[in-house]
């Protein structure tokens, strides 16, 4: 029994915003730093190979695999972004509203101010199934894929409030943007070591999205705690 209370503590931490900050933002610095020394380079490198498509692939696998990676494009996903933005506001939710949209906006900021930064390149050009126009480090489809899909499961989730239909989301939104990244490496446009980055910098940013839901909410209910007390 103690030890099953301790796990599920951890389990509780491990769900607080505050830390899922840290632990993502941790997580992407070291990948950032074994891409940046070349630690990154072998294992992406065989990774790599083992999963880009070769010359035998059907075709139907390639065309699946360009309409996934269609739905983590920045035109889709600003698309989602926008339709959910304007029906945040239309149901009067204006802060999750403006959230979102700040933390879609430090997204692509990040994303694309690291790909400038640090600017990896890219596999092989004669590797790319898929037209591609900047650098590679981090994959901006797998940052903002995981951005907003995630932000679009915890709003689900919130509204709902059942265990079930939370797993069920989050499951999907998972498989979703698993799908996106793998499609990247898979298409030739990407080494592993660029989706894993990117998943960890949208995680990271869902997860600071979610502390400043929480803080403000706690500050709303702190500001009118006194002046209940004063009516009273």
């Given at each position: 029994?103690?030890?099953?209370?301790?796990?599920?503590?951890?389990?509780?931490?491990?769900?607080?915003?505050s830390?899922?900050?840290?632990?993502?933002?941790?997580c992407?610095?070291?990948?950032?730093?074994?891409?940046?020394?070349?630690?990154?380079?072998?294992?992406?490198?065989?990774?790599?190979?083992?999963?880009?498509?070769?010359?035998?692939?059907?075709k139907?696998?390639?065309?699946?695999l360009?309409?996934?990676?269609?739905?983590?494009?920045?035109?889709?996903?600003?698309?989602?972004?926008?339709?959910?933005?304007?029906?945040?506001?239309?149901?009067?939710?204006?802060?999750?509203?403006?959230?979102?949209?700040?933390?879609?906006?430090?997204?692509?900021?990040?994303?694309f101010?690291?790909?400038?930064?640090?600017?990896?390149?890219?596999?092989?050009?004669?590797?790319?199934?898929?037209?591609?126009?900047?650098?590679?480090?981090?994959?901006?489809?797998?940052?903002?894929?995981?951005?907003?899909?995630?932000?679009?499961?915890?709003?689900?989730?919130?509204?709902?409030?059942?265990?079930?239909?939370?797993?069920?989301?989050?499951?999907?939104?998972?498989?979703?943007?698993?799908?996106?990244?793998?499609?990247r490496?898979?298409?030739?446009?990407?080494?592993?070591?660029?989706?894993?980055?990117?998943?960890?910098?949208?995680?990271?940013v869902?997860?600071?999205?979610?502390?400043?839901?929480?803080?403000?909410?706690?500050?709303?209910?702190?500001?009118?705690?006194?002046?209940?007390?004063?009516?009273?």
């Open positions: 029994m103690k030890q099953n209370s301790e796990v599920g503590h951890y389990i509780n931490m491990l769900k607080t915003p830390v899922q900050v840290l632990l993502l933002g941790t992407f610095v070291l990948v950032m730093l074994f891409v940046h020394l070349g630690v990154a380079q072998p294992i992406d490198e065989a990774l790599f190979q083992a999963l880009k498509l070769d010359g035998s692939t059907p139907w696998v390639s065309d699946a360009r309409d996934v990676t269609a739905l983590g494009s920045n035109i889709v996903l600003l698309f989602v972004a926008i339709t959910v933005t304007v029906g945040l506001a239309m149901h009067n939710q204006r802060n999750k509203a403006y959230t979102f949209v700040l933390a879609v906006a430090l997204g692509l900021f990040v994303a101010a690291l790909k400038a930064g640090i600017a990896r390149p890219r596999p092989p050009v004669s590797q790319h199934d898929v037209d591609v126009y900047t650098h590679s480090f981090p994959s901006a489809h797998a940052t903002l894929s995981t951005l907003v899909y995630f932000y679009l499961a915890y709003l689900i989730c919130h509204f709902s409030g059942q265990r079930a239909v939370s797993t069920w989301i989050y499951s999907t939104a998972a498989l979703l943007v698993f799908c996106i990244g793998l499609s490496v898979m298409l030739g446009v990407h080494w592993p070591s660029d989706v894993i980055g990117g998943w960890f910098a949208g995680g990271n869902v997860a600071l999205c979610l502390y400043t839901i929480k803080w403000k909410q706690k500050l709303h209910i702190n500001n009118s705690e006194p002046q209940q007390s004063k009516r009273q």
